[in-house]
C-alpha cells in the first residue's frame, strides 16, 4: 500500500499567478520534483500531481500558492525552505519568518528574517545587549547584525555603530600585500563595508564614516577604548584569541549594545591557539543578558548549493573527527525564542 501511486489536482490562477509559482524556467516545480516521487503536469487552470509523493508535493505548492497569496515574492532559497519546513511538519505561514522588518535598504527594499533561526536571532538582538550569532557561511550573521545596527541608529537608539573584524591571515601575508597599514587591513573589512553600502549606500556610509558616526576598524584598534551609546560588532570572531575576546566584551559602556557574529568551523588561527569564540561559548554561556543563536544549514539564505556544500563538509568531518580538531563546539539543536 505504501507505493500507491496518487494522482491528486491543484486549482491555479491566471498565468501571471502561474508564472511567479513556476519561477524562471519552471525552477520552481523542478525543485520540487527533484525533492519528491512525483510528476507535475499543468491542464488548463489545474496542476495534475502524480506519483508516490503527490500529497507532500501538494502540501509543497499550496504552501507556495499561500505565499504568493500573501503578497512575498518566490524564489530559489524561499521553495527550498518551505520544503525543509515541511519536512519537519511546520507550514511556513505558521512559522512567522518573513513578516517583521528589521529596516530598509536605500532603494526601499524591506529587510526582514528568512528563516526561523534568522527570526530567532533578531528576536535576540532586539531584547539582550551582548547576542552572539553563531553558524555557518550564508546565514546572514553579519548582515542582519549591521541592518539591526542601522535600525538602531536610526531610531537614535545609538549614537555611533562601531564594526570590527580581527585581520587574521588566512592563508596569505599581511606583509606581503602591499600599500600602508590600513591598505593592508582593508581587504579583511571589505565584508562589513558591503554590508553596509547595500543597506545605506555608498555615499551616506562615507559621509557617516567622515563624521565617525560610523566606524569599521580592525579588531586591535579596540583596545583601550571605553564605547558609550554605541552599537557594536565583532565579525569574523572565530579568529580572536581568549584575550582578544575579553578585552573586547569589557569595552562595552553605557547604553550600547554588541553582537558578535562567527563560524566556528572556520577558524583561521595558528594551529594550538584556541578560539575566543569557542572559550566565549564555554565560559559564558550561564551569564545573564548574554544571548547565544546557533544558526544551521537550514538558514543559509545564499546560492542552494552552498548549503550542499556545508552539508557535505559536516559529513566528511563527522566519518573523519580526527581531521578537524577545531571543531570543539557542541550548537544547540533548538531555536531561542
Known sequence: MENLIEELKIKIGHEQDTNELFGNLDINLKIIQENYEVDIVQRQDELILKGKEASKAQQVLLNLISILESGEKLDEQKVNYVISLLERGISYQDSKVNKDTICFTHRGKPIKPKTLGQTAYAKSMKAND?????????????????????????????????????AVEA?????????????????????LYDALYD????DSTLRLKERETIEVVPLAYMRGRTLDNSFIILDEAQNTTKEQMKMFLTRLGFGSRAVITGDATQIDLPRGKRSGLLDAIEVLKEVEGIEFCFLKDADVVRHPLVRRI?????????????KNPEKEYED???YHF
Open 310 to 322: 556545508i552539508n557535505a563538509y559536516d559529513v566528511y568531518s563527522t566519518k573523519n573527527p580526527e
Open 130 to 166: 551582548v547576542v552572539f550569532g553563531v553558524g555557518p557561511a550564508g546565514t546572514g550573521k553579519t548582515y542582519m547584525a549591521v541592518a539591526m545596527a542601522i535600525n538602531a541608529f536610526k531610531n537614535k537608539e545609538v549614537e555611533k555603530i562601531i564594526l570590527a573584524r580581527p
Open 199 to 202: 543597506i545605506l549606500g555608498r
Open 332 to 334: 544547540s539543536n533548538e
Open 171 to 191: 592563508g596569505e601575508r599581511l606583509g606581503f600585500l602591499p600599500g600602508d597599514l590600513q591598505e593592508k587591513v582593508d581587504p579583511y573589512l571589505r565584508p
